[in-house]
């Protein structure tokens, strides 16, 4: 038995599912398509707002006062330090293991079809329970493990105040911090909760593994760029102006496939990518921004989206060569947040339900776990919260921001 | 003072003499992928068939271990290469040529072997910009043999091969040994050393062109100084050895000593059992090594597992595909134990698909060395689908045209480059390939004889 | 033994270098025999003394006569300033040789007068004494420019500008007639063979092959090629690329875009169109016109095709082939094809200005002897230099004086240069040529301010290279570069820094060599084989951080000494361009010292030195002349040498304006008058002429 990660699930003593399940998961991966959807959640980042009113005044900025332009050359979100007891119940399962038997009887039809007619057979056939990651609904809440044990989860303090799911005020949506790896307290990043405890999301495991080889920014799934203006001093300076846009054209690797300095790029024709221009300011070599609303490009394999933070800042430090590291923070809006997880497509067939056997959850079950963390934006009537907060480490290399000439403009 | 107008007369005659540009020795071609291509074919009295092959197999390697380190001849061999060690001399190794996405999505498990075989990144996965590079020398030498090419599939899945002149036009493989064997020496199969000799009109008329040139010979001759004239014969020199490797093609050719029909494999069931496929790659790999011999084909492609390789080990339910995706990578090792066993399983089969044309003796060697065999995957890491620094290697030197025994390192340039070279050592007359943000016209000179 | 006699008897250099010595020791040794004998003045002794003086001074002719004879053999081997010197040493024994035969003369008069007025005797020695010691003087200003010729350790002065030949060959009409050389027969380059594809069956077909490999001599491939041959692995490519030509060219599509007849039954032999097929296409391809035999041939391997496969076209596609493969076709034979005498003429005009084959007018002109009317030339002249096709010639022309061939197997070390690829590689290629081609051609500017121009053009792909913004998403943008960018006319380009540097470092040896050899025409010797490169090439060793540092060794080192300080000075001014090509200001740590001088002209930064390139003269003369022999395909002959100062000149009144040297070369003695090119002599025309020429472009 090589995977670690059965031991402690609640379903390992149980030799017949385990048998049926472990069949049924290779059959179900027969397809080469079933893996394209794994890629598509390293991108589960940003978020944006479309406010013309504002991209002209950060035009304006950018004329005024001196600019530097930057590429993001590596963008990723949080993967646990794999602490001691982080999931003591374990990792989520899979609808594969949890409706074992439909998916037993499933995949030697699915088998059969191919060998014979040589064509593949939906997800959503009728011998399989209904598909929960195009109709949420379609299937009852089986339950959902979120991570809340003891662990350490980089990110930013959102709220600014050391919250606790117990002493949650009114008009607040109760949560827990986390504590910085750096040891800051009051870490708001409840993305992670929902994640952490993904078979996917582990150390080693898939998403661990596409952030360092940086598969999504190489192979072109977004290309994100940065302007700050008015920065006099890159050590000191209070007032600078800092904008995000997505770029048409994929990042250049250089010969060691690393995204490449000093390219130039337009930004994105569509000028919802143009994201509100956020003040920040520097102080010793640390730079911080407000809080501004993102929306950003992402077409990579299976996904034509855009991601959508809002109320998201930057706290990064401007090195030496003139690259900037730092971590993000925003309140991920929840239903961007749903799309981003199940809308992949190949042609006209939904591959969600694919993604969540991959990377090890049910979409039932996550859906309904999503208002249990949300942490941020509550609705005004229900009270309910609308997003929640989540983190990601970037690496930003200086570019040139070249602005689209658009017909639209006048 | 008479000598002093022979001096004046002298002078003017060296000087031209020498101006007129003496020294025949220059024009040489030095990295010519066609140096020895007449040097072969003469000695050998005729012109040896010379074959092109692809050997696929599915989900790559890990890059860190399989990737040498030290380039040029007797580099070391990394863990993932040890089981090549007994037939390193007759491989090159690639690394580091990857499928330049420029903008397209890398659609897993196609992108990478058809970025490879086509010289682009294709745009969507139903419509492959085809041919593939094994469509295209088959163009150029496969057409005097009785099948223009061979396909066949180890691992028993017709469907999953990947020579195709277009999306629509896919070459399905033969997926047993038994079927290949009836396929080539079934009815239909007459013996080479038997059959009758008749000569290509089209090889006829190629020699009357030539013969039209000689023509002109008189006419300039005498019009030029004597250093060009030398220069003139090196030209009519370089007319006459085509004019006889024509003849030679006129001319019946040599039997095939290595052509002795051997009898049926066993038939044997589709499997994905490691175990079995390694033992249907072993006895296909004999069926067309005779097949060869016999020059029933001069192109051949190979698929040990397919992309997303289902190969399993007896009694586990886990695939080298899933493995690469849902084991995980041992905190000691810093890879994943069990998806690598089928790495090193397929390098196995490579080796040993090597050494059984090795084995064949043909003319002044062996059928490899009157072959050139590439092996490629669909990804380098599988894990994350890269088609970055795709594991490649070439096997056989195509008589005399290619280095073996060497490591070349690409440093992520287009894989391109790698069928262009192939291209060209087959003889086909291309000058630039590939396609979006993959396009050559660099040969690797380094791999060249 | 027996080789070294070989050796002697064979080689003429070797009896000449043998022999040399008799006359001058020999007079020597004479005269004070001579000498001696006057002072004792017996009869017997003048006798000896007087036939010591003949022998020797006889022995020069033997001297001379092998030297000619060595000329050829020794010419090709030489440098260009050993050529020189040998030229020299040629014209200096054409002048001062005769004082040998003279003097064995006179000696042999002495003798006569001697033997019959004993009273005589003595004064009659006296003179043969003085001319003796007079030749013996002549001999060795001979000898010293000889002694040059093979050994540079000898020449403490810069190579002879040949005055001396100037002089020697008398006064300018005589000089006119010296200037010209041999004609030439040269090997198609790939851009020649392509554009003749593309000017006869139209655009659209596909060149797929591998062309025989140029080499470079004497700085340039337009001299390498008329050396080249075609080897047999070559021919094989030709004779493919030429039935794959044949095929694409008569495809229906593009054959409507050539083809003057149509067979009356397609299936079926026509010879009579084949013939007109033949005889359209053949004179473009061949340069002459096809002779009646040669036609018939050709229609005779049409009709054998048609026969075999039942299609005319294939026919006539057998029958292009068998053109496409000829002799005719892939070298440029200057030879008179007979019935056109000025064949040769129009095509080395037309390869020059074009570089590719003459047009339908200038073969038009060229089939009724136009050519021979000077008027008409100019005209075609004029013509040729003032279509947009001229840019296709001038970009030939300098990719092959700055060696760009040399991009196509470039390449940087990945670890080191990252950012390199044979795309960045091919953009920074053109960049260059792009800029060439718009201040030369489309502004017609001075030459030497492409030196100082800030204007170019830039790629996104290069962006990054010179970390430049790009505002164009594809294809070329047109730039000033900024104060900046540190970079300022095109020795700053990327081009010229990536080609001459090594694949893991910047060089300036190689850029210093390439300024002086490529831009400049002075000979660099090659570096002594026996040199430790370890000192200098570890660019990562603590105590010498800069190139600087490292070259210093060079100058330090005596062996090293000489030649260095030719290259590095100026090379180290290109030291803030890395490998690549991208600017920096330091290296390991260290600031970069770009400063020096060329030949005494001071200069602070690669802006500097461009400048400092600029006000050389040797620039210009450079130009002239490598523009010349690459018009020629040849190196220039003795009496050329002497010309070339005329040609410098006439560029620097013409404001050194490219096309007013192209015109000035084509109206030159040395083009018009090759014996290859037919017309016994041709109308030189005249200088007045040509001045006024130049003068109009200037303005």
Redesign the interface.
Known sequence: MPFDRRTGTHMTDLQRVNRSFDWAREAARTTTYSHVVVIALSVLILGCDSDNREVKTGAAQAEATPVRGYVMARWFDEIPHDEPGECPEGLNVTEVEYFSEQWERYMVERTRVREEEGRFLEWDHALLPPDACQDPRAQPDPGYLTLNGPARVSGLDLDGVASSRSAAQAGQCGHDDFVDPDGRPGIDNQAWRLMGCVRGYRPNDLMDRLHKANTMINEGGYAILMEISGMDDPVNDDDVAVQFLSSAAPVSLNALGEPMEMVSFTAHSDTTYHNAVARGRIVDGVLTTDPVDLRLKIKQQTQDNAVYYRDARIRGTVLADGRIEGTLGAYWDNENFWSMMNDHMIGDRHQGRNAAFNRGFMCAGLYHAIPRVADGHPDPETGECTSMSMALHFEAKPAFVIRPTLASRD | MTFLITRRRLLERTLRGSLAGAGISVGLPYLDVFLNSNGDALAAGAPLPLRFGTWFYGCGMNPDRWNPTSEGADFALPPELQPIEAVRQHISVLSGFSVILAGETNHVHRTGVFGTLTGGAPKNTTEIDGPTLDVLIADTVGQSTRFRSLEMAAHGLAKDTYSMRSERARNSAEPSPLSLYQRVFGSGFTDPNAGEFAPDPKTMLRKSVLSAVTEDRKAIEGQLGQADRERLDEYFTSLRQLERQLELQLSAPPPLEACTPASAPKGSPVSQDIEHVAENHDSMTKVLALALACDQSRVFNMVFSAGASRLHTAGSADTHHTLTHEEAKDPELGYQPEATKFVLRSMEAWARFVDVLASVREGDGTLLDHSVVLCHSETSDANSHSVTGLPLMLAGTAGGRVKNGIHIRGAGESTARVGLTLQQVMGRNVARWGYRGNETSRPISEILA | MTELWFEISENPAYRHILLNHLPITGLAVSACVLAWAIWENRWRSLVFGLLLCLATSASG?LV??SG??A???L??QLDGAGQAWLDDH?ALA?RWG?AL?TNALLATIALGIGARRASLRRYASAVVLCTTLGSLAAASVIATAGGQVRHSEFRFSSAPTGEAIAVSSGETSQKTHEAR?????R?LTEAQYRNAIEDVFGPGIE????F??E?R?DGLIAL?S????????????Y???A??VARQALAPAQRAKWIPCAPLDEASADPACAASILERVGPMLLRVPL?E??VA??V??AN??VA??GDFYAGIA??L??LL????F??R?E??GGAWPDAALASRLSYFLWNAGPDAELLEVVGRGGLADPATYAQQVDRLLSSPRLEQGVRALFEDVFQFDDF??LGKD??R??????KVASHAKEQTLRTVVDHLVERESDYRTLFTTRRSFMT?AL??VY?????A?SGWEEIDFPESSGRRGVLTHASFNMLNAHSGRSSATLRGLFLREALLCQHVPPAPADVDFGLFNADDSPEFRTARDRLEVHSSNATCRSCHLLTDPIGLGLERFDGMGRHRSTENGAPIDASGDLDGDRFEDPAGLGEAIAASDRLTACLAKQTYQYAIG??T??GERSWLRELEERFEDGGYKLKVLLREIVHSPGFLNA??LARAERVTSAPSLLRRSAKEDAS
């Open positions: 002719i001379m006569q000619d004879a000329y050829p053999f010419f090709d040629v054409e005769r035969p050389g041999p004609a030439v027969m090997r060149l797929a092959g591998r025989e490999p080499n001599r390498g008329s050396r080249a041959t075609i080897t047999s692995s070559g021919f094989e490519q004779e493919r690329m039935s794959d002779s035999s040669n041939a050709r005779e391997v054998q095709a075999e496969l057998s029958a082939t068998s493969v000829a002799p005719g892939l070298f034979i030879a008179t196509d197997d990945p670890i240069y990252p950012i390199f690829s044979a996104r962006g990054p970390a430049l913004p790009v505002r998403e040849r190196v002959t003795l014996p290859g």
